[in-house]
């Protein structure tokens, strides 16, 4: 059953893929998730902006400049204004061996275009970013995850899960819907240690962690899944380090390659 399925899903080793499968295709567009499926990813990692008239879409940077073709923050777009700009010819530029006219011309989705297009058949892993400066962001996800019916007494448990570097967003969350698998992401600026009441305080809300992996080690890694925590290290691009941690016993990790980390979950 599907319930079955996803139960393997969260109790196995698990691929995100970062942005879609951004190491190949334009970041959070549709063919970037499209392709990030394709390649064996179980989550597609969506990070959430907000517009001025209050959509939730899907991209990374609080300026749309890098990304498309237009300049200065998302909150200053309207949608329709926002879906005018060009989200994928940059790609192209930057990733000459990667780049596909197939790319020109992309929108920027929305989170409900997203559900529209994958539905059940894709697991979501979805990031609130900068919920401070985005009243209301929490409730709009929320209330968008029950219409789609990926949340709620008859959502398949783990189909989606969410991750913020706020606590104070996780803990909204948690309060709302204590069902949903919550990640507090972490960026340590230096080697990574973590103390017992570190850990009884994300036990409190959460289902796991996601580190920066450049600063975590094995007594790390051993330390969090003692606590019965999930670890999900973020971004990891390198072969020999996806195989490293894994052998550490990480139980998922973020990559803009998936079809690479799939090969180095079975090389372990
Ligand atoms: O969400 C995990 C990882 O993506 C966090 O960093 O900046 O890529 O969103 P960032
Ligand atoms: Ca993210």
């Excluded at 219409?147 to 996780?170: D, M, P, R, W």
């Amino acid at each position: 059953s599907d319930e079955e399925q996803n139960e393997a899903v969260l109790n196995s080793f698990i691929v995100i893929g970062h942005r879609g499968a951004s190491g190949y295709a334009p970041e959070h567009t549709i063919l970037s998730y499209e392709l990030a499926l394709k390649l064996g990813a179980d989550y597609l990692e969506i990070d959430l902006q907000m517009t001025k008239d209050g959509k939730l879409v899907a991209m990374h940077d609080n300026f749309v400049d890098r990304t498309t073709n237009g300049k200065g923050k998302v909150s200053s777009y309207t949608l329709a204004e926002l879906q005018e700009l060009d989200a994928g010819s940059w790609f192209n530029k930057k990733h000459k061996k990667f780049a596909d006219s197939v790319y020109e011309n992309l929108k920027v989705p929305t989170l409900e275009e997203i559900f529209d297009a994958f539905g059940e058949t894709a697991n979501y892993y979805i990031e609130t970013k900068n919920p401070a400066k985005y009243p209301g962001m929490e409730k709009e996800l929320l209330k968008l995850l029950t219409e789609h019916g990926l949340i709620g007494s008859n959502a398949t448990k783990g189909k989606v899960i969410i991750q913020s570097f706020s606590e104070k967003s996780l803990r909204k969350i948690h309060i709302s819907n204590p069902d949903i698998p919550l990640i507090q992401l972490i960026k340590y600026k230096g080697r990574a240690n973590v103390s017992n009441s570190q850990i009884k305080k994300w036990k409190e809300y959460a289902s796991g962690i996601g580190p920066n992996y450049r600063m975590i080690d094995e007594h790390y890694i051993h330390t969090v899944r003692k606590a019965g925590l999930w670890i999900h290290p973020y971004t990891i691009d390198n072969h020999e380090d996806m195989k490293r941690l894994i052998g550490y016993g990480i139980t998922g990790a973020f990559t803009d390659l998936a079809d690479q980390l799939v090969q180095a979950s079975k090389e372990v």
